[in-house]
């Protein structure tokens, strides 16, 4: 079973910027998402990323984020600029759809205002 490793979280700034990426033990999914849960609510839809490159995000970070993959790598990132204090969550990544078996821990990106 693949695992998926979330990293590159941090504290910033608001304006500040953040890469994460997300690692997995195998092949990655021909779809891939990036989605986040802040404290006291669900987990949300942040971006996804097909095997051919077509992208798709959540209108709250359209413009400011930028997901990308690297197959060889076995690897997605997820570029975020502009962040804003309620981009502060924890933040996965998965297959889009996702699969409960496939969550992993998470990076924590806290954004002060």
């Known amino acids: 079973q693949v695992q998926l490793v979330e990293s590159g979280g941090g504290l910033v700034q608001s304006g500040g910027s953040l890469r994460l990426s997300c690692a997995a033990s195998?092949?990655?999914?021909?779809?891939m998402g990036w989605y986040r849960q802040a404290p006291g609510k669900q987990r949300q839809f942040v971006a996804h990323?097909?095997?051919?490159?077509?992208?798709n995000y959540a209108d709250s970070v359209k413009g400011r984020f930028a997901i990308s993959r690297d197959n060889a790598k076995k690897t997605i990132y997820l570029q975020m600029n502009s962040l804003k204090a309620e981009d502060t969550a924890v933040y996965f990544c998965?297959?889009?759809?996702?699969?409960?078996?496939?969550w992993g821990q998470g990076t924590q990106v806290t954004v002060s205002s």
């Open positions: 998965n297959q889009f759809p996702p699969k409960s078996d496939y």
């Open positions: 195998g092949n990655l999914f021909s779809i």
């Open positions: 990323i097909s095997n051919a490159g077509w992208t």
